[in-house]
């Protein structure tokens, strides 16, 4: 290559390059046009075999998706997924994680092949502005997305992401950062809070799981509450969940659990309904009750 058809090459590279980035841009907002607003689900999500059986939950989960059209893409908070700081998943084709132990083997031959998002996960690291969110390309979907995301969509063809839920920081911070996504349910993103508003594994009654509805008083206690302060919105308390007495001590020993139905009510706005499901108890100190917002 002579000097002058060199230098004519290396000018155009940089201009090719913006040119790539601004398809990509384009395509980004392609994918995520704007769509009548998509409902928020927070659910229940319980014992890793709701993935496998048939039962009431399962029930709800399936007939409360055909309340809706199916959406572009999810994104899923799951309990399963602390970190230091927030991430969302970003690879094509996230694995499905059999994150337990202990299950029958019909469970972990369990896969839940679903695309990713990588658009959705710029997307969402975009309009977060609370926090740096990191793309991940090594977790993929936990059992808290998987096992109730394929009662919605069986056939596992809807783009799914999820994001993780950062452990140092108070239900406050979790709360205003939800809010942020909010934008998401007006671009076609059903967005899912999967976890238990009253989950207590140590004080599980394992000789009353057959039980429909048993729950000890303390949790049923601080379910009743809890579904008192989400249909009369007032969030600041469930915010503030630490001061709210023993019952809800007891029905949230880590937050992990908790703090996924925190995101789902901070996307409530007020023009929305909301309707509970699933509102059963199981093994005494595990609640699945899940809602509706929108």
């Known amino acids: 290559m002579n000097r002058k058809k060199f230098i004519t090459a290396m000018a155009v590279l940089p201009l090719t390059g913006a040119a790539l ?10 994918n995520f046009e704007a769509t009548e607003k998509f409902p928020v689900l927070f659910l229940g999500h319980g014992s890793p075999m709701n993935a496998i059986e048939e039962n009431e939950f399962v029930d709800g989960f399936r007939n409360i998706g055909k309340t ?4 572009k893409a999810i994104l899923v908070i799951s309990a399963h997924w602390e970190t230091r700081g927030t991430f969302v998943t970003a690879m094509d084709n996230p694995p499905t994680i059999h994150d337990f132990g202990g299950f029958p083997q019909a469970l972990f031959d369990v896969q839940y092949p679903a695309p990713g998002s990588p658009e959705l996960a710029q997307e969402t ?12 390309d090594k977790w993929g979907l936990d059992h808290g997305a998987w096992s109730v995301v394929k009662h919605l969509y069986p056939d596992a063809e809807v783009p799914l992401i999820q994001m993780s839920i950062d452990y140092t920081q108070p239900a406050s911070y979790h ?3 939800a809010q942020e996504l909010a934008s998401l349910r007006h671009k076609g993103v059903l967005i899912i809070g999967s976890g238990n508003m009253v989950h207590n594994l140590r004080m599980v009654a394992w000789d009353k799981l057959n039980e429909a509805g048993f729950a000890w008083d303390w949790a049923q206690e601080a379910k009743e ?24 001590d007891l ?12 995101y789902s009510l901070a996307l409530k706005d ?5 309707l509970l499901f699933n509102d059963n108890s199981i093994g005494g100190s595990l609640a699945m009750t899940s809602f509706k917002i929108g």
């Open 21 to 30: 980035k601004v398809n990509s841009l384009r395509n980004l907002s392609k």
């Open 68 to 71: 809706f059209q199916k959406p």
């Open 125 to 136: 690291k975009r309009i977060i502005t609370k926090t740096d969110v990191l793309l991940d």
């Open 175 to 177: 709360y205003e950062l």
């Open 225 to 248: 509450k809890m579904k008192n302060y989400i249909l009369d919105g007032n969030h600041k308390a469930l915010i503030d969940f630490r001061n709210q007495g023993k019952a809800f």
């Open 251 to 262: 029905a949230i020993p880590t937050p992990e659990h908790y703090l996924p139905m925190i």
């Open 270 to 274: 007020r023009q929305d309904d909301l």
